[in-house]
C-alpha cells in the first residue's frame, strides 16, 4: 500500500484540548498571592502526616521518624513547619549546664535545671564572685584581721629571733660569734666584736684552741637543730594563718551561699554544688585577695591567674531555654560528629592543650533535647563517627561528649569526662527511598531506633480541592522568599508547569523546590520588564528561559536532522523503517528526539537480531522488549509451523547507550513491514511498547517525545498527515506545549491514541490489519494476512532448502 | 613651709642577702616625676671574707642545716652570684622607669662603705627582706644608726611596701621636721594615700604645731592626728600600726635622741621607714656646686 490507498483508520487523532488540561485562575480563590494566608497544611501528604503524628506523640523508645520522598520536595520545610506546630502544644525542656566537679575536675558535673534557671544560677554565680571579690578583702583588711596575723607573724618571727637570740648571746659568752653568711650561719672566734685573724688564734695557747674548737661544734649542732625545726614553726604557721583566713572568711560567704541555697531548695543537686563551693571558697580564700589586674603574662599562658582560679565557680549554660515557648526543634544542616554530641574547646599553654569545664560546647542533641531534631540522613552519613555516635547516644539514652580522637584513641592527652546527658528527644531523619531502603537492609541498628517511616508521595492528585490548597502552598513560598505576588494567572500556569513536570495532567508534582526556583526566575523576569505583579507572561518566560539555557544540545541534534546529517523522514513511505520516539535526559532538562529504526528480513531460524544488544550499546529493558516482539511474531503467526525467519533491528545512527522498552511498538511495526513488504508512512513518528499479544503500553516522557517530532517537522515546515501515534493510556499525560497544541488546531499536526499494535499498523500503513478467522489465517490483503503469508513463504523456501541440503526436520523424524 | 626638695641621684643598697623589688616599687614613691639619677650599690663584706681565712670557723646551711668548712674561692663565688642578681634585678626593674642606672661595686665595711656612698646622693635607699632573712637581714648588719650620720635622706624600705594605707609624718617642730612633711606630702600625693601625722613633744607644743599644720593649706591630706611625749617614742610603733602605714618619714635626729630606734622599729614593724637628715643642703647638691 501506499499513499494512494483508500483505507481510513478507526482511530481518532486527539483534539487540542485533550491534550493539555488547563487550570482555571477563577477557581483559586484569589486575585494574586499577596492575598493568600500562608498555611502550614501538608497538602495531600496525608499518608506522610498521620505517619509524623504517630511518630512524633507515641512514647517509647526507637519511635523516631524518617522521612523519605524525592529531593526538592521541600519535605524538610513540611517537616519542621509539621513539627513546629506540635512542639509548640508542649512545654520547654528544662536548662542543662555544667559546673566544676571539686571532687574530679576532670569530670565537670551536669545540672539540670528548669527552664530559663540555668542562666539564673549563672548569673547569680557570678554575682556571689562579685560579692565575695568586694567583701572577702574588706574583711581581710579590717582592723581585727590584721592585728590577728600580725600577731601571728610576729609569733613565729619572735620564736625564731628569740631562739637565734639566745644562741647569739650563748655563742658570746663562750667567746663567739653568730655571723650571716650568704649560705647560712658561720661560728668563729671574736674579740672585742672582731672575728680574731688566722695568725691570732694559732697563737693561744692549745687548749684554748680546742675549747673553741669544742664550743664551735656544740654550738653548730644547736643551730643545726634550730634550722631543722624551722620547717615545722613555719607549717604551723601557715596552719594558724589559714585557721584564721577561714575563720575570717566563713561569716562574709555563709551569708552569702546561704541566700542562694534557699532560692534553689527545690533543687537539691544545686544546693549540694552550693555546699561544695562553699567550702572550696573557704579553702582557697586568698584568691579572692590578690588584686585582678595581678599576674604578668607568664601567669595568664599557665592559666595561673586569679580569673583562671575563679572560674571555677562558674556556671556554664550549655542549654538554655529560657525564651523557648514549647519544645526545641532543632534543625541541624551540617551534622558533623562534633555538631551532633558538643565538643569541648582547647586553649594552647606553652605548647599544651589545657581545658575545663567552661569550654564545653553543646551540640544538636542537646539543644534540642526534650523536643526534636530534625537531620538530613545522606549528609550525616557523609560525617565520620557521626552515625555512629547518633546511634550510641540513642541507644544509651544519653550524649556523652567525647571528641573524635578520643573514640579513634589517636591521642593519650587527659581531657575531660563530662557528665553525661540523659536524652528525651525525637530524631527525624530526612532523606531518600533509596537511603532508607539500604539502611533497612544493611544496618541491623536501623530498624531499632527508626521505627516509623514517613513516606512523602511524589504526586499529589489535581482535584479542585488540592489545587486551591496547592495553590496557596505556592503563594507562601513566593512570600516566603521574598518574591513580587503572582497574579491568580500566574499561579495557574505554574500549577500546570507542575502537572507537566509530573508527567500527568491529573497530577500534581511535590517537588516544590523546583516550582519555587521557577517563581523566582518570572520574579526577576517580571522586575526586568518594571512589573509589580507576576504574570502568566513571567511564568511562560521563565519556563523558555529555563529550556534556552538548555538547548544547546538539541538544537544541535535539531540542526543536524534538518541538514541530513541524522537521516530522519518526516513524509513519504518506506518499507522497514519507521520513526521511533526516544528521550534524552542532560541535567533537569529533557527533550525527545525523534530515531529511525530499520528492519531487514531473510530466510532464517525465528532468531530476531537486535544488533543494539549484539554490540552492547542496548540495555536490559531494550533487549526485553526486542524479546517480546519477536515472542509476539511467533505467537502470532507461526503457531503452527516453524518461524523461518532472521530478522534484525537497527536504531540508526545511534552510537550512544540506549534502554527502554518505549520504542518496542516502532521496532514492532518496522519488523511487520519487512515482512509484509508494505511501506511505513514517514510522515508519522510512533512512541509506546508492546506486550506479547500486540497490546500497547504506556512509556514515560511522552509530551517532550511529541514536542521532539513535532520541532523537527515544524523546521522543515508543516504538512498535513504528520502527527505521533501514541499508547492511549498515555493520553491523561500529555500537557503539550502551546505551539503543538496550535498546530493540532490547525489539523498541522495529529496525535493519535492507539490501543493495539494493529491500530497502529493501520494507521502507519493505510491499510486494514486483519482480524484472523476461526482457522487462524487473517485476510490475504490485510497486514497481518501479508505477514503471514510471507513467514508461510520463508518456510517453504527453509525446507527446501533443508531438503537440498539433508538436514530437513521431517525426514530426521521419518528416520 | 613650703620646701620642696629635690631628688637628683638616688642610691640603690639591695640586701644581698635576699634582694626584694619591694624597694625598687617605693622608688616611684619617693621620687614622683622627678627623673634623679640612679645609681645601685653592691658592697663585697670583707668582713665576711676574713672569715673564710679562719681554720676553726663552721658554717651551718641554712636551707639544709649542713655543717660547711669556709673557703675563701666559694664565697667569692657566692658573691660575684649576689652581685649579678642584684644587678639584674635593677636593671629589669629601672627599664620600667626607662632608666638606664649605673651599679657600683665596693668592697670594705658594709656600714663604711654605705656611709661613704651616701655622701654623693640625695636619696639612699636600703632595701631589707625581714620577713624572708630574718636575723640575716644585711648579713645581720645593723644599719639603723646610720639615720644620725647621713645628710640626706635614707629610706629602708621593707618588702611589704605596697600592703599600708597612710603615710605617717612625725613631726617634732625642727627646720627636718619641717622637711620631713615636704617629703611625706609628697610620698602621699604620689601614692594617693592619706597622711597620719603623729607629733612628739610636749602637749602645749602638740597643740600649736596641729593648729599651725592644720591651718597650712599644704597639709590637706593629714586625716588623724596623734600626740606623743618625747621619752614615750616606744609607743610609735602602736601609733604606726593602728595607722597601717605603708612607711613612716621621720627625723634622722630622733636616732641620736633614742639610739636604736629605727632598728627597733624596723624589728617590729613591716613597713618602710624614711629618715631625713639634718643638713639643709645634701652633699649631693654641694658636690653639684
Known amino acids: 500500500m501506499n499513499e494512494t490507498s483508500t483505507y481510513r483508520p478507526v482511530v481518532e487523532a486527539l483534539s487540542a484540548e485533550q491534550t493539555y488540561r488547563e487550570c482555571s485562575a477563577s477557581a483559586l480563590g484569589f486575585a494574586t498571592t499577596a492575598d493568600v494566608v500562608r498555611s502550614g497544611t501538608i497538602v495531600g501528604q496525608e499518608r506522610a502526616r498521620r505517619a509524623l ?339 550510641r547516644s540513642l541507644y544509651g539514652g544519653a550524649v556523652r561528649i567525647e571528641s573524635l580522637a578520643q573514640i579513634l584513641g589517636v591521642i593519650s592527652t587527659e581531657g575531660l569526662d563530662p557528665d553525661p546527658m540523659p536524652l528525651d528527644v525525637k530524631i527525624v531523619l530526612v532523606g531518600t527511598r533509596m537511603l532508607y531502603y539500604l539502611l533497612c537492609e544493611y544496618d541491623l541498628d536501623f530498624p531499632e531506633l527508626f521505627k516509623v517511616a514517613a513516606d512523602f508521595e511524589d504526586h499529589i492528585d489535581r482535584n479542585p480541592a488540592n489545587t486551591r490548597l496547592y495553590a496557596a502552598m505556592l503563594g507562601g513560598i513566593a512570600q516566603a522568599r521574598g518574591l513580587l505576588a503572582l497574579d491568580a494567572g500566574a499561579i495557574a500556569r505554574v500549577i500546570e508547569y507542575s502537572a507537566r513536570i509530573s508527567e500527568d495532567s491529573t497530577r500534581l508534582t511535590t517537588r516544590l523546590r523546583n516550582l519555587g526556583d521557577l517563581m523566582c526566575e518570572a520574579d526577576y ?35 543536524a536532522i534538518e541538514r541530513g546529517e541524522i537521516l530522519i523522514d518526516t513524509e513519504g513511505f518506506k518499507v522497514g523503517q519507521i520513526n521511533a520516539l526516544s528521550v534524552m535526559q542532560l541535567g533537569d532538562f529533557s527533550f525527545g528526539q525523534p530515531s529511525r529504526i530499520t528492519a531487514t528480513v531473510r530466510v532464517g531460524e525465528g532468531d530476531v537480531i537486535d544488533v543494539e544488544r549484539e554490540v552492547e550499546l542496548g540495555g536490559a529493558i531494550h533487549s526485553k522488549g526486542v524479546l517480546i516482539l519477536s515472542s509476539f511474531v511467533g505467537a502470532r503467526y507461526a503457531r503452527t509451523s516453524p518461524l523461518s525467519v532472521q530478522s534484525s533491528l537497527v536504531f540508526e545512527q545511534h552510537y550512544g547507550g540506549i534502554d527502554g522498552d518505549s520504542a518496542s511498538m516502532a521496532e514492532l511495526c518496522a519488523l511487520l513491514s519487512a515482512l509484509a513488504e508494505l511501506p511505513i508512512n514517514q510522515a508519522l513518528a510512533v512512541t509506546g511498547s508492546v506486550n506479547q499479544l500486540g497490546r500497547a503500553q504506556t512509556i514515560g516522557a511522552v509530551n517532550e517525545k511529541i514536542e521532539g517530532f513535532f520541532d523537527v517537522c515544524k523546521r522543515r515546515g508543516l504538512c498535513q498527515g504528520q502527527g505521533v501515534i501514541i499508547p492511549a493510556e498515555n493520553v491523561p499525560h500529555l500537557m503539550l506545549d502551546d505551539r503543538v497544541r496550535a498546530a493540532i488546531r490547525q489539523h498541522q499536526f495529529a496525535i493519535y491514541p492507539v490501543r493495539t499494535v494493529d491500530e497502529a499498523l493501520s494507521l502507519l500503513m493505510g491499510v486494514d490489519a486483519g482480524t484472523v478467522d476461526a482457522e487462524g489465517v487473517y485476510p490475504a490483503n490485510s497486514i497481518n494476512g501479508r505477514v503471514q503469508q510471507a513467514l508461510a513463504e520463508l518456510a517453504d523456501k527453509r525446507q527446501e532448502f533443508s531438503k537440498g541440503s539433508g538436514d530437513d526436520g521431517s525426514e530426521s523424524d521419518q528416520a | 613651709m613650703k620646701i620642696r626638695p629635690r631628688t637628683r641621684r638616688v642610691l ?99 656600714r663604711d662603705e654605705l656611709r661613704r656612698e651616701a655622701q654623693s646622693a640625695d636619696l639612699v635607699v636600703v632595701g631589707r627582706s625581714p620577713r624572708q632573712a630574718g636575723a640575716r637581714c644585711w648579713m645581720g648588719i645593723r644599719l639603723g644608726s646610720l639615720a644620725a650620720e647621713i645628710n640626706g635622706i635614707l629610706a629602708f624600705v621593707q618588702d611589704a611596701w605596697l600592703t599600708g594605707k597612710s603615710v605617717a609624718l612625725v613631726y617634732d617642730g625642727t627646720e627636718c621636721a619641717s622637711r620631713c612633711l615636704a617629703l611625706a606630702q609628697r610620698i602621699a600625693a604620689n601614692e594617693n594615700l592619706p597622711m597620719v601625722a603623729v607629733l612628739v613633744g610636749n602637749p602645749r607644743d602638740c597643740s600649736r604645731w596641729h593648729a599651725a599644720l592644720g591651718s597650712d593649706s599644704a597639709a590637706p591630706r593629714v586625716r588623724q592626728w596623734h600626740g606623743i611625749e618625747a621619752p614615750r617614742l616606744g609607743d610609735l610603733p602602736d601609733v604606726v600600726r593602728a595607722a597601717n602605714a605603708r612607711v613612716i ?28 637628715g639634718e643638713g639643709p643642703e645634701t652633699a649631693a647638691t654641694a658636690h653639684r656646686k
Open chain 1, 53 to 391: 503524628e504517630m511518630g512524633t506523640r507515641i512514647r517509647g523508645t526507637g519511635f523516631n521518624l524518617y522521612v523519605l520522598g524525592p529531593p526538592g520536595s521541600s519535605r524538610h520545610e513540611m517537616v519542621r513547619q509539621f513539627l513546629r506546630d506540635e512542639a509548640a502544644q508542649r512545654q520547654p525542656a528544662d536548662d542543662w549546664c555544667y559546673v566544676y566537679n571539686f571532687d574530679d575536675p576532670r569530670k565537670p558535673q551536669g545540672l539540670s535545671l528548669p527552664p530559663g534557671r540555668g542562666t539564673r544560677l549563672s548569673i547569680d554565680m557570678r554575682q556571689l564572685v562579685d560579692d565575695l571579690s568586694a567583701s572577702l578583702p574588706a574583711a581581710f583588711e579590717s582592723d581585727s584581721y590584721r592585728n590577728r596575723i600580725t600577731e601571728i607573724e610576729q609569733d613565729f618571727q619572735r620564736r625564731g629571733r628569740e631562739e637565734l637570740e639566745a644562741l647569739q648571746k650563748e655563742a658570746e659568752q663562750q667567746g663567739m660569734g653568730l655571723l650571716p653568711t650568704p649560705q647560712g650561719f658561720a661560728i668563729a672566734p671574736v674579740r672585742e666584736g672582731e672575728v680574731i685573724a688566722e695568725e691570732d688564734f694559732q697563737k693561744w695557747p692549745k687548749a684554748d684552741q680546742e675549747k673553741a674548737r669544742a664550743s664551735i661544734e656544740a654550738l653548730s649542732a644547736k643551730l643545726r637543730k634550730h634550722f631543722e625545726n624551722m620547717p615545722m614553726w613555719q607549717k604551723e604557721h601557715r596552719r594558724r594563718v589559714r585557721e584564721l583566713d577561714r575563720e575570717t572568711a566563713l561569716l562574709a560567704v555563709t551569708a552569702l551561699i546561704r541566700e542562694l541555697s534557699e532560692k534553689y531548695e527545690d533543687l537539691a543537686r544545686v544546693v549540694e554544688h552550693l555546699d561544695r563551693v562553699q567550702t572550696d571558697i573557704l579553702e582557697n580564700v586568698r584568691h579572692f585577695l590578690t588584686p585582678e589586674s595581678e599576674g604578668d603574662g607568664m601567669a595568664e599562658q599557665m592559666g595561673m591567674t586569679r580569673e583562671h582560679w575563679l572560674r571555677r565557680y562558674q556556671v556554664n549554660v550549655l542549654v538554655d531555654n529560657r525564651r523557648l515557648s514549647g519544645a526545641p526543634v532543632v534543625y541541624e544542616s551540617n551534622p558533623t560528629h562534633d555538631n551532633l554530641v558538643g565538643r569541648i574547646e582547647h586553649v594552647t599553654r606553652f605548647g599544651t592543650l589545657s581545658t575545663d569545664f567552661s569550654m564545653i560546647l553543646p551540640g544538636a542533641l542537646q539543644t534540642a533535647n526534650g523536643g526534636f531534631l530534625v537531620l538530613d540522613a545522606e549528609r550525616l552519613l557523609q560525617q565520620p563517627m557521626a552515625w555512629e555516635s547518633l546511634k
Open chain 2, 12 to 110: 640603690i643598697a639591695l640586701d644581698p642577702a635576699a634582694p626584694t623589688s619591694a624597694t625598687l616599687d617605693a622608688l616611684a614613691g619617693l621620687v614622683g616625676a622627678e627623673r634623679p639619677e640612679i645609681c645601685g650599690l653592691f658592697i663585697e663584706d670583707v668582713t665576711l671574707l676574713g672569715l673564710s681565712s679562719l681554720s676553726v670557723v663552721r658554717e651551718v646551711a641554712l636551707d639544709t642545716g649542713a655543717e660547711n668548712v669556709m673557703d675563701t674561692a666559694r664565697l667569692e663565688r657566692q658573691m660575684h652570684a649576689q652581685r649579678v642578681r642584684v644587678e639584674r634585678m635593677l636593671t629589669g626593674a629601672m627599664s620600667r622607669f626607662s632608666v638606664q642606672p649605673e651599679f657600683k661595686v665596693t668592697r670594705g665595711r658594709v
Open chain 2, 249 to 276: 618619714v621621720l627625723p634622722g635626729h630622733l636616732e641620736k635622741q633614742r639610739p636604736e630606734l629605727i632598728e627597733s622599729l624596723l624589728r617590729q614593724l613591716e613597713c618602710s621607714i624614711v629618715a631625713v
Open chain 1, 525 to 559: 523576569q517580571c522586575r526586568q520588564r518594571a512589573g509589580s505583579v507576576i504574570s502568566v507572561a513571567d511564568i511562560t518566560s521563565a519556563i523558555n528561559a529555563r529550556i534556552t539555557r538548555m538547548d544547546r544540545v538539541r538544537s544541535n541534534i535539531y540542526e
